[in-house]
């Protein structure tokens, strides 16, 4: 089945403790991302990655790294975590950019972090 | 700046009513439009998209959406809701630069529906 898999589904921490959320698809898709999503504020795209060992930052990247070091593989890492990263995160992956008819992104079930 | 604006954070509805939430985008150029819903506790699952041609667009488990230039919107309609129906509803639009890949999202209009 083809599938975006996140994993922890559900992470409670203590700030400053290093952790990483893990994502992976199966679609052997090009692009990847990661957005936050918090009440009243929707989705915001975190990083992105067009492929293997090239990512950029999206339009909310402080506390947050990311790796593209395999194609179906995108790691959000958090070094030193802090209560105002509590928030949904979900990865997406899709096969081509956005700005063609075929372009639509692909959503993992979400990772529901809290920071204390 | 590119941006989405869903009016209504809340809506609720009869079973078997219509339905229509509301989608407004700021765009510069010819936009790519998609409408997602997330039921609790999932991922978010893609309705229908919008990119060139017919200005109705038919989806996923009887809806459509209309885009309307002259609005600029891309309102989600359904003639008639089902009780699974209620989940939280997101208009997004594609990212000018495809390089990014990003969608940049409304805030979601949450629907309940009343027996």
């Known amino acids: 089945e083809a599938q975006v898999t996140q994993n922890p589904r559900y992470l409670i921490t203590v700030t400053g403790k290093k952790l990483t959320v893990t994502c992976s698809q199966n679609?052997?898709?090009?692009?990847m991302s990661w957005y936050r999503q918090d009440p009243g504020l929707g989705l915001r795209q975190i990083y992105y990655?067009?492929?293997?060992?090239?990512?950029d930052k999206g339009d909310v990247p402080e506390g947050y790294k990311v790796s593209r070091k395999e194609k179906r593989n995108f790691p959000l890492i958090l070094e030193s975590p802090s209560p105002n990263q509590t928030s949904l995160y979900f990865c997406?992956?899709?096969?081509?950019?956005?700005?063609?008819?075929?372009?639509?992104?692909?959503f993992g079930p979400g990772t529901r972090l809290t920071v204390t | 700046a590119q941006s989405v604006t869903q009016p209504d954070i809340h809506i609720t509805v009869s079973e078997g009513a219509s339905l229509e939430l509301r989608c407004n985008y700021s765009y510069g150029a010819t936009p790519y439009l998609f409408w997602y819903v997330q039921s609790p506790g999932q991922g978010l699952q893609l309705l229908l998209k919008y990119f060139s041609g017919d200005t109705l667009v038919q989806g996923i488990k009887g809806f459509e959406a209309e885009f309307k230039r002259s609005q600029s919107s891309f309102n989600l309609r359904k003639p008639s809701v089902h009780w699974s129906d209620a989940a939280e509803y997101f208009c997004a639009v594609g990212a000018e630069g495809g390089a990014t890949n990003k969608l940049i999202f409304g805030t979601g209009t949450l629907l309940a529906v009343q027996p």
């Open positions: 997406a992956s899709s096969p081509y950019g956005a700005g063609t008819s075929d372009y639509e992104q692909y």
């Open positions: 679609m052997n898709h090009e692009y």
């Open positions: 990655s067009m492929n293997v060992e090239v990512t």
